[in-house]
């Protein structure tokens, strides 16, 4: 073991989301997206492993997203316990206060 977090394990646990009572077809589609999903999470954890606290438009703007991407993925790692979301806000690219997260030691 070398102390660096297992970015792939961290995102075994994450499981598509939906509710109990949408039709099957939101079902389907939450398990479609899984392995895509799964991939960007990846991609978040070795930003934040690679650069550090990072806040979701920061990630969004190293990865080249839509402005909303990285703080979906933040959500659903922040669920899993494979990130947190520090006290410390830092200046968006626009101006406004964001948390920054990290990967959990």
Do not use: C
């Not at 079902?27 to 930003?47: D, F, G, M, N, P």
């Not at 997203?65 to 703080?71: E, F, K, L, V």
């Not at 979906?72 to 006290?87: I, N, S, T, W």
């Amino acid at each position: 073991m070398t102390g660096q977090p297992d970015l792939f394990m961290a995102t075994r646990a994450l499981e598509p989301k939906y509710h109990r009572g949408d039709p099957a077809t939101s079902k389907i589609a939450a398990v479609s997206v899984r392995e895509y999903a799964r991939t960007q999470q990846r991609a978040v954890l070795a930003y934040l492993a690679t650069h550090g606290p990072a806040t979701a438009d920061a990630v969004d703007a190293a990865l080249g997203w839509d402005n909303t991407r990285a703080g979906r993925r933040l959500g659903e790692l922040r669920d899993a316990h494979a990130v947190e979301r520090l006290d410390e806000t830092v200046p968006t690219r626009t101006g406004r206060p964001a948390h920054l997260y990290r990967v959990v030691p």
